[in-house]
């Protein structure tokens, strides 16, 4: 007697068509993904700068870390640059998006901002026209940004604060904290915003860090407990070079869990002003 084996039927062939359609659809996504990740990956580090300036008495480092899965990659960036007057000028932000287009953008508002402030010296005028520049654009994105004004012969600060994180300093004699200044709203919310500015000297050895929230937030950590912990790592390490204090700053990020970029910028000073020549 024999036996035959019994044909599939049409719904079992059907099924298997449609599983071999999903999975080979599937497959083109993922690669499609990753594809958009590589691409953001390789905008977000060819548009942050090779190289940060340096004055006698004044050392800047910066580090960059993308998100660990890869989803939130692209907002985050820092700048460092001289403007015409001599003076140093020092920018970090975190748009609130991700991908190829919220690195685009982010490639735009470091454009914008450096080219704003070699005509402004006001650090708060430099944030409210680089945001009016910026909605002009008709961007669905918006950027959290701090950005920085230093004279190295006298090592007087200048800040403003578009929604950004607070920054960290620490004094080598032992004095520590987070910064407090007032602040506006994020770049690219609303027109004509008013951005308040804050004056520091510099005139003891120490450091000012400025941060993105990866650095500081994630699901095992708040911002503000996150904030505190840098400013203890900060304050400990406030004799240390600035590329040393930028490593052990984002080796911190890690411990928070934080699925975000996280990006870290360090001015280490002494207390001596002088003349960069």
Not at 69 to 97: E, T
Not at 251 to 263: I, P
Request: glycine content about 10%; some cysteine; overall charge negative.
């Amino acid at each position: 007697m024999n036996r035959r084996r019994t044909p599939r039927s049409a719904s079992a062939e059907d099924l298997l068509s449609t599983l071999q359609h999903l999975t080979a659809r599937a497959r083109q996504e993922v690669e499609l993904h990753q594809a958009r990740v590589e691409l953001a990956q390789a905008l977000q580090r060819k548009m942050l700068p090779a190289a940060l300036p340096a004055f006698p008495g004044l050392q800047t480092a910066a580090r960059y870390a993308p998100a660990r899965d890869g989803l939130d990659i692209g907002g985050d960036w820092y700048d460092g640059f001289v403007l015409p007057d001599g003076s140093l000028g020092l920018a970090i932000g975190d748009v609130q998006g991700h991908d190829v287009e919220a690195a685009a953008f982010m490639g735009q508002i470091r454009i914008a901002m450096r080219a704003i402030a070699s005509s402004a010296a006001d650090p708060g005028e430099v944030m409210g026209r680089t945001n009016d520049l910026i909605l002009s654009m008709d961007s669905t994105l918006f950027a959290t940004c701090s950005f920085l004004r230093l004279d190295p012969r006298t090592r007087q600060l200048w800040s403003a604060r578009a929604g950004h994180v607070a920054s960290v300093w620490a004094t080598s004699d032992g004095r520590s904290g987070i910064t407090a200044d007032a602040g506006g709203l994020p770049l690219g919310i609303e027109l004509h915003q008013h951005y308040p500015v804050t004056r520091r000297d510099l005139d003891v050895d120490g450091a000012f860090v400025m941060l993105t929230d990866g650095v500081i937030e994630g699901p095992s950590l708040s911002i503000d407990d996150g904030l505190d912990r840098i400013r203890r790592l900060v304050s400990a390490y406030a004799g240390a070079d600035a590329e040393e204090l930028a490593d052990r700053v984002l080796h911190a990020a890690v411990l928070t869990g934080h699925e975000d970029d996280a990006a870290v910028l360090v001015l280490r000073h002494d207390g001596t002003p002088s003349d960069p020549g």
